[in-house]
């Protein structure tokens, strides 16, 4: 018996758990080594993605305390997000084979209902130059254009902002 369609693609959204430490670390590297690539030099990539300063226990404590959520599409996590009590969405990554597959929008969607379950009044976001035509497609507005340091490289980044009306 063969699963439908729609239940094979269909992106779910739940609560981060211990067990998915190993999972988001691999999306959140594969999103930078690969979907980030086009926009960064490899010396930016590597400052960011920091392959071997990443350890899973930090990684696990990390997601915890932001409540991060994770996607999944039949089971399997595909994407993750979170967003604080004062509305800033610190990490945003999904699978580069599951992209534009709704995987981001779902978990935006999550965490703007979370925002405003809180009664936040608008969500803001530092994003990448990957990142940010999703945003802008989400309603986000560049507040100002960025240059952060991570590990002595500079990368340039947006701060962006939504209301929540």
């Known amino acids: 018996m ?28 594969a999103a930078i080594n690969e979907t ?13 993605a920091d392959p071997d300063g ?12 932001r409540g991060s959520v994770v996607g999944t599409v039949g089971g399997r996590v595909v994407g993750f997000s979170d967003v604080s009590r004062d509305g800033y969405v610190d990490m945003m990554f999904v699978a580069p084979t599951f992209l534009r597959r709704g995987v981001a929008s779902a978990l935006l969607a999550s965490c703007e209902q979370r925002a405003r379950e809180g009664n936040v ?42 209301p929540l009306h």
């Not at 699963?3 to 999972?23: G, K, Q």
């Not at 980030?36 to 960011?48: G, K, L, N």
């Not at 990443?54 to 305390?65: G, I």
């Open 54 to 65: 990443r350890d899973l226990e930090p990684w696990n404590a990390a997601m915890l305390v």
């Open 2 to 29: 063969t699963s439908s369609p729609v239940s094979d693609n269909a992106v779910e959204v739940r609560p981060y758990e211990n067990h998915d430490a190993a999972d988001t670390l691999a999306v959140f590297l």
């Open 121 to 162: 009044g608008e969500l803001t976001a530092d994003v990448s130059i990957t990142a940010r035509p999703f945003f802008e497609r989400h309603g986000f507005a560049v507040v100002a254009e960025q240059s952060s340091v991570t590990r002595g490289v500079a990368l340039r980044n947006y701060k962006m902002r939504k």
């Open 36 to 48: 980030a690539s086009a926009d960064y030099t490899a010396q930016q990539i590597r400052a960011w």
